[in-house]
Structure formats: C-alpha cells, structure tokens
C-alpha cells in the first residue's frame, strides 16, 4: 500500500468524538453508596433506655444529697457550718409519717396549692396578655411600661403591708403577692417572645389576607410560646417564693406559715419536712409546666428542638 493511498483512507475515517465538557462522570467506585436507613430496633432501644438513665441519674442526685446530709448529722460536723441541731434524714421521715395522720398539715398543704394555682393563674392570663400588646403594638408599650418599669424592681415582699391595707383579708393579700412574684417575669419574657418573631412570617400572613386577630393566634402566640413557657417556669419559681414568705408574715395556713410556726416552737424536724414539702410542690408545678409546654408545642420535638 502506498504513502497516498494510506492517507486517504486515513482522512476518511471520522473523526474521534470531543469529550463531554459537563460533569465528569465518576468511576463505579467513586459513586457514593446509598446512606444505610436506620436501626428501628435500635431507636427503638434508645427511646426505652433514656428514661431509665435520666430516672438513674436523678435518683444518683437526691441519694447524694441525702447521703451527705446523713454523715452530717451523724458526725455532727462543725466547720463553720453547724449540723448538730439539723435533724437527721430519718427524724425528718418519722415526723412526715407522724403529721400526716393529721388534717392540719393535709390542710395547709392545700391551702398554699390553691393560694399559688388562683395567684399563678391570673399571673398568666394577665402578663399573656399585656405582653402581646406591648409587643405588637408601639402605643400601647409607651403608655404602659414607664408605670411597669416603675413597678418592677419592687421585691413582692415589699407589698405585703400595702396589701394588708388594700385587700380586705389576708387571703386575697397573700393571693395578690402571689400573683405580683408570677406576673412580671411572665410579662417580660411575653414581649421578648413577640420581638423575636421573623418579620417575614408576618408579611407573609398579611399577604394570605390574614387579618390583625388571625394574625396574633395563628403566627404570634405560636411563634412566641417557647419564651411565653420560659416566663411561666420562671414565674412558677418566683410565685413560691413569694407565697411563702407571705405565708411566715401575715399568714394563719399554708405551708409556709406550718414552716414558721415550727421554729417558733424550736421543732428543727418540721422546719425541715416544711422545707422539703416546699421543694417537692415546687417541683410538681414546674414538672406541670414542662408537660404543658411539651404538648402545646409537638413541633419542636418533630425539629429536634426541645421546648424551654
């Protein structure tokens, strides 16, 4: 075959394609497999054991301060702090088994929980409510929170005598002290929640057509309810405060009055039951609180988020 005849072959061959300018396709091991789905068992597994860790763990916390308040009193330790007039964990529980075949403990325990449930909840209601209007609406918080600010650094405490003499008995005085340590925490953390909302979501609302009052249930308050229910928890823990030492002031029942009354008589195991009484009341409310907040806002948990 000559040289011409060679060539002229060769340039009637076509020509190679040009290679793909886009995307270059990856070799079958560089393709990334597909995520593996996982586990239910093992979800499943971890949803029953973190109960019985979190239950674990709470009770490894009460059992050690339980621990150390019984080799403190049995060594009489006196470091500076004294312990050998503190009773001993076990006079404490002989004298809860010993009050509580009595009405008049029964009777104060249900006195102070209505005192703080009828002054909590009006606390709510009346902070919820002042809170979405200073939020929304600029008028309204000049006109009203100069008088509030005036208001709010005075302790609930300091009402007491003021309430005696503005209330016609000494129930609804503690009730009205009680409501003054529950409302203002409420109310601030109310406003917090309503400045935090995104201003896109409430664009977006009005350009659906959605009206001022459709716009404050279904955007406002929902948008708002995480900081609403850190203001409840919070208020929670100041109402007690406040009913309390309302109660060893000017009260004749409740809990705290119980407290006062027994070191008065220098009864050092119902100071202590009283404390504990306090404490675990305490702790039922504010356990009520986050099951409330839980249920109200099932779309944190759906997000990983966990309501405050």
Known sequence: MGMLEFRSRLGDAPAPAAPFRGAPVAPPSAVPAAPLKPQPARRRGA??????????CATLSIGSVLLAWYLATR??????????????????????LEVNHSAKFILNIGISVRRILLGFTLAALA?????????????????????????????????????????????VSIVFITFLGAFFPILLNTIHGIEEIDEV?????????????????????????????????????????????????????????????????????EIALGMITIG????????????????????????????K
């Not at 949803?47 to 674990?56: D, K, N, T, V």
């Not at 609180?289 to 806002?297: E, N, R, T, V």
Request: charged share 15%.
């Open 127 to 171: 902070g919820t409510t002042l809170g979405v209007l200073i939020g929304r609406y600029r008028l309204f918080r000049a006109l009203s929170m100069p008088a509030l600010e005036v208001f709010r650094p005075i302790p609930a405490i300091a009402w007491v005598p003021m309430a005696i003499m503005l209330w016609p008995s000494n129930e």
């Open 75 to 96: 060594y009489k330790i006196d470091w500076y702090i004294r312990f050998g007039n503190i009773p001993a964990p076990g006079e404490v529980f002989d004298k809860m």
């Open 280 to 307: 675990v009341l305490g702790l039922a409310c504010s356990g009520a609180i986050g099951l409330c907040a839980k249920l109200s806002m099932p779309w944190l948990r759906l997000a990983g988020g966990h309501p």
């Open 47 to 56: 949803r029953l054991w973190a109960p019985l860790l979190r239950m674990a």
């Open 201 to 269: 979501l409430l664009r977006a609302a009005r350009s659906l057509g959605t009206r001022e009052s459709g716009l404050i249930v279904h955007v406002v308050l929902p948008g708002a309810l995480p900081h609403i229910f850190t203001g409840l928890a919070v208020g929670m823990g100041v109402a007690w405060v406040s009913l309390i030492a309302a109660e060893m002031i000017s009260g004749q029942f409740g809990i705290g009055y119980f407290t006062w009354e027994a070191y008065s008589l220098i009864s050092y195991a």
